[in-house]
């Protein structure tokens, strides 16, 4: 009887720790469509500024989430790459770029944002915890050296 109930404990606890992760990082908040038509404003207020096609602009979330971001971006027909580390959301982005047909537009790693390849990247959005706001710091520098920072 008791090893039953043992069994049953670690069976829940263990249904539990894929979702452990997030107490290491920023929560899921989705943006809000308020949030997200502002951002699109922006970008298109690039692209008007800099003369050129929404085809040529990369935009990075770094921590995408759900993608809601990267999927308003590629609608606008800008390149979206995200950077999201839980595998779940990271799953469920995959699965959406593959039934709106978008994969040529829209791209998502399962990695870290300190970790992201910003070479080439034009637009950044990221939603941050205060507590994340002085590690980001590093990764302004080196952003300001290469593009203007909205």
């Known amino acids: 009887m008791l090893s039953q109930a043992v069994g049953i404990v670690l069976g829940v606890h263990a249904c539990f720790l894929p979702f452990l992760w997030c107490f290491k990082s920023a929560p899921f908040c989705p943006s809000t469509s308020t949030t997200v038509s502002t951002f699109i404003k922006i970008c298109n207020d690039f692209v008007a500024s800099q003369r050129i096609s929404p085809d040529r602009v990369k935009v990075v979330d770094l921590g995408s989430g759900s993608g809601t971001v990267l999927f308003a971006a590629a609608k606008q027909g800008f390149c979206s790459v995200g950077y999201e580390r839980n595998p779940w ?3 469920w982005t995959r699965a959406k770029i593959k039934t709106q047909g978008l994969s040529s537009l829209v ?3 399962r990695q870290s944002l300190f970790s992201a ?5 034009n637009i950044v959005y990221f939603f941050a915890v205060p507590s994340m706001l ?3 710091v590093s990764i ?3 952003l300001s050296c290469f593009i203007d920072i909205l």
Not at 117 to 121: A, R
């Open 89 to 91: 959301l990271v799953a």
């Open 107 to 109: 791209r998502i790693y």
């Open 117 to 121: 390849d910003l070479s080439d990247v």
């Open 134 to 136: 002085s590690d980001l």
């Open 140 to 142: 302004f520098i080196i």
